[in-house]
């Protein structure tokens, strides 16, 4: 990063039960000795972080880090996106799949330096858009069935659940109410169509803090990458998280995998979507 360049370091206080305002004045101090003007500003919620990373360019910002997980990364990039500012994270949330898949360190020193000394670098970002013309985008994965449901229970009831063993802890709660979904996909010029377990649409690689959702994904090739899980037994399914927290390479009957440029999906009945871990519409969505 250029020496003047000025930089907005948005904290989401509550980010990594406090792990956000502990490490804050270390990286103050770290971006000061390396000569980076940054502003440090505690942000008093998602839209209160995505109207400052919105205006930060107008007040002569180039530059807006998400301090904090996934989330602070959504809104920053809801907010920065479409300006002429830069777009960073230092990762100290309980998520940080983003991150993960940018190639982001997860270690908040080390991704400091990076701010400090790295070069921005385009890459690709997921517009959804659900009826009545509502659009969101999203940068990581998401998708809707089962792993939708559980994503509302880790940033629920299961919240204080540490590590990947809250979306485990999620899936498997969720398990007791889902059924599977009769889904119609429009993907690309193709379609497919039958009950699934869950849809989901990556960016990044992982989702639900280092679940390998898509191992092959990569967020700069101009694809997204789809996995479709068919109805699986319990047992199976967390056999599966267990691959997925491995490797990813589940090579079952019930796993289908697509590349895609669009892709339009619409449920049997009502259907949360989610991105980056937050609900942003309901299907269908595009």
Same mark, same amino acid.
């Given at each position: 990063? /250029? ?5 907005? &370091? ?13 490490? !804050?004045? &270390? ?6 000795? /390396? ?10 919620? $998602? ?28 809104? &920053? ?38 701010? $400090? /000394? ?15 013309? !509502? ?12 792993? *939708? @449901?559980?994503? !509302? ?19 498997? $709660? ?24 869950? *849809?989901?649409? *990556? ?47 589940? #090579?079952?009957? !019930? ?8 892709? #339009? ?8 979507? /989610? ?6 519409? &309901?299907?269908?969505? @595009?």
């Amino acid at each position: 990063m /250029h020496p003047s360049a000025r930089t907005l &370091v948005l904290v989401n206080p509550t980010a990594g039960g406090g792990a956000a305002l502990r490490v !804050q004045p &270390v990286i103050e101090n770290y971006l000061r000795r /390396h000569g980076i003007p940054a502003d440090f500003l505690h942000t008093l919620s $998602a839209a209160d972080m995505t109207q400052r990373a919105a205006s930060a360019a107008s007040e002569g910002y180039s530059c807006v880090v998400a301090f904090g997980g996934d989330g602070a990364f959504h809104y &920053v990039l809801s907010g920065a996106f479409g300006t002429s500012a830069s777009i960073a994270c230092i990762p100290v949330g309980s998520g940080n799949d983003i991150a993960m898949g940018l190639g982001i360190p997860l270690d908040p020193m080390d991704a400091a330096h990076l701010l $400090a /000394h790295g070069t921005p670098r385009p890459v690709d970002v997921l517009r959804a858009r659900f009826s009545g013309n !509502q659009t969101r985008i999203f940068i990581g994965a998401g998708g809707m069935g089962l792993d *939708a @449901e559980a994503n !509302q229970l880790a940033t629920g009831r299961f919240r204080r659940v540490p590590g990947p063993l809250k979306y485990v802890t999620a899936v498997l $709660a969720a398990l007791t109410t889902s059924q599977p979904l009769g889904v119609t996909a429009e993907i690309d010029d193709a379609s497919w169509r039958g009950p699934l377990l869950l *849809a989901a649409v *990556a960016n990044s690689p992982t989702y639900g803090n280092g679940f390998r959702i898509a191992p092959s994904a990569r967020m700069n090739d101009g694809w997204m990458d789809l996995t479709f899980v068919e109805d699986l037994p319990w047992t199976r399914i967390f056999e599966a998280l267990l691959i997925l927290l491995r490797d990813g390479n589940l #090579r079952w009957p !019930q796993i289908h995998r697509f590349r895609a440029r669009r892709i #339009r999906l619409s449920a049997d009945r009502r259907s949360p979507f /989610h991105g980056d871990g937050e609900i942003l519409g &309901v299907a269908p969505v @595009e």
